[in-house]
């Protein structure tokens, strides 16, 4: 039995149709047939209909149904919906939850390789401060300081110590436990998958790093938790600060640890632009999403770029289980 891509079609109010559709011109056959959408078979319709998009779908009620066929293959969810890109909120809240909890168990099966979410608006969520990342890992009942949201592509990884939190509440979060559990878990999922030892360097928290002072998070939490790391063989560096690494020495490694969302995710986003993948490690399976969002700014104006979901695709297709 081939095994098998699950693509779960994400938020409704979204570009999410248009990146399938590109997608789905840009891929071989062979893929073609491994991949099974997690989707509303109605809305996809009604979408690509609206959108002028010709391709053909046919709903499945598991991954042994289809298998050699190469339309879209949609394991349908129920949803509910008048405008098919002006979904209501508790009708997208049931949707988005179901199609997570189905790519979830999914997950968890042998002839699944990995999972790939597209864009969700986290409000779909239904909880504050709460992405795709820490639903997963709660219904893999693995703890925040066990998984990691690497943004990557094939030069560099970047992952914030914090993730959906607001800025006031970072010092607070930063400890050495997770500072360790998460460089720890990043080794680990670069030594089983990629089969590399990572070249680690972490940020501080402050600016210059606040010069060392005494009471600084970077001389009191930081330097020993790289300490420890460095006697438990972990390859790292730091902390350094913030300011100049993504100028040239960025080059010099495989992952930049920071401490919160936009202080890795921002110059990496203008380095690189679309050319990454958002990437879960420490889960039950393999997990990967578009680096990007919904854009409803550009809904039915044919300006997706399909680039990250590609790379999501390929991702899985190379170092799926």
């Known amino acids: 039995m081939k095994k098998k891509i699950i693509i779960i079609t994400g938020d409704p109010n979204s570009i999410n149709s248009e990146l399938i559709y590109k997608c789905w011109k840009k891929i071989d056959n062979r893929l073609k047939k491994k991949i099974y959408l997690i989707s509303n078979n109605n809305l996809l319709k009604k979408q690509f209909k609206i959108l002028k998009y010709k391709i053909k779908t046919v709903e499945v009620k598991n991954l042994n149904e289809c298998s050699n066929n190469k339309n879209l293959k949609i394991l349908n969810r129920n949803l509910k919906f008048t ?5 209501s909120l508790a009708s ?25 979410n597209c864009p969700i608006d986290k409000k779909f969520l239904n909880k504050s401060n709460f992405g795709v990342t820490e639903y997963l890992a709660s219904k893999c009942s693995i703890k925040e300081e066990n998984q990691a949201m690497l943004i990557m592509n094939e030069k560099l990884a970047v992952c914030p110590l914090t993730t959906h939190i607001n800025l006031e509440n970072v010092s607070k979060k930063i400890n050495k436990f997770l500072i360790i559990n998460k460089i720890k878990t990043i080794d680990l999922w670069f030594k089983r998958k990629i089969r590399k030892r990572p070249k680690i360097v972490i940020l501080g928290l402050n600016p210059h790093n606040a010069e060392l002072n005494k009471n600084s998070k970077e001389n009191k939490i930081i330097t020993p ?19 100049t690494i993504f ?31 958002n990437l879960t490690a420490g889960l039950k399976y393999l997990r990967v999403s578009p680096d990007h969002g919904v854009a409803i700014d550009i809904i039915k104006k044919n300006k997706s ?17």
């Open 83 to 87: 405008n098919p890109f002006k979904v």
């Open 92 to 116: 997208g809240i049931k949707f988005v939850q179901s199609s997570l909890n189905l790519g979830h168990e999914l997950g968890l099966k042998k002839e699944v390789m990995g999972i790939i």
């Open 225 to 243: 938790a790289v300490k420890i790391l460095k006697k438990l063989k972990v390859n790292i560096r730091g902390p350094i600060p913030a300011d």
């Open 247 to 277: 100028i040239n020495e960025y080059k010099k490694y495989d992952v930049i640890v920071g401490m919160y969302h936009d202080q890795v995710l921002a110059p990496f986003k203008a380095l690189y632009k679309f050319n990454a993948i």
């Open 305 to 321: 770029n399909v680039t990250s979901l590609l790379k999501c695709i390929k991702t899985i297709n190379k170092f799926g289980k």
